[in-house]
């Protein structure tokens, strides 16, 4: 018996692949979010086909505040967010499990603060660490500093950048860049399959 589960091109479907949703549209308004307990970074950017333009970044600070109203901030801050740029998607960082449980508990809530933010109706998409920097950087092991400088050149960011803000600013790349490849290989098999139902 073969290990492998299928046969790529047994299994391949003429049919169903031009049966497929067409690609993403090229322009498209994307929320990156990088949620914490104590401070939640956000990043808006405008994608048109490959140029991706920064609209706003940022980081709310909710540090000083009780430790049951931090929640409350987070979700009426992002909500804010969402209401004035209007995203079309919103892309976030994948839960990191660490050893302190304390932490990884309290990283859940303000997770789900703020995904519990998002409208009705926007799609999320969640991409784990090690995906975030390898598509922004080119190695999935780059420390936080590599990250945010690559953040900044791609960006052309100019002013003050927090840690926070680069690190959902990243978060929001790699989903433009998934979206771009997404698109192409869409593109590709339309293209292999009108060839062979020529």
Same mark, same amino acid.
């Given at each position: 018996?073969? #290990? ?24 498209? $308004?994307?929320?990156?979010?990088? @949620? ?14 490959? /140029?991706?333009? !920064? ?14 109203? #931090?929640?409350? !901030? ?7 967010? +969402? ?5 079309? /998607? ?8 660490? #050893?302190?449980?304390?932490?990884? !508990? ?8 703020? !995904?519990?933010?998002? @409208?009705?109706?926007?799609?999320? +998409? /969640? ?15 780059? /420390? ?11 960006? $052309? ?34 293209? $292999?399959?009108?060839?062979?139902? $020529?």
């Amino acid at each position: 018996m073969s #290990r492998y589960r299928t046969r790529s091109w047994r299994a391949f479907d003429p049919a169903a692949a031009a049966a497929a949703p067409p690609p993403a549209a090229a322009n498209v $308004r994307i929320v990156g979010l990088d @949620p914490g307990s104590r401070r939640t970074g956000f990043g808006v950017l405008e994608c048109r086909g490959g /140029e991706l333009t !920064l609209l706003a970044q940022g980081c709310l600070n909710v540090s000083t505040a009780a430790p049951a109203a #931090r929640l409350r !901030l987070i979700f009426d801050g992002l909500a804010r967010l +969402f209401g004035e740029h209007q995203p079309a /998607e919103v892309a976030i960082e994948r839960v990191f499990v660490s #050893r302190n449980v304390d932490s990884a !508990l309290k990283l859940g809530q303000a997770r789900g603060a703020a !995904l519990c933010a998002v @409208p009705g109706g926007i799609p999320v +998409f /969640e991409y784990a660490p090690r995906a975030i920097k390898l598509a922004v950087v080119g190695s999935g092991a780059a /420390e936080k500093f590599q990250v945010a400088h690559m953040v900044r050149v791609l960006l $052309r960011v100019a002013g003050p950048l927090t840690a926070d803000a680069a690190d959902a600013l990243a978060v929001a790349v790699c989903h433009a860049h998934a979206r771009r490849i997404g698109a192409l290989v869409a593109q590709q098999g339309a293209g $292999r399959v009108r060839q062979a139902q $020529r």
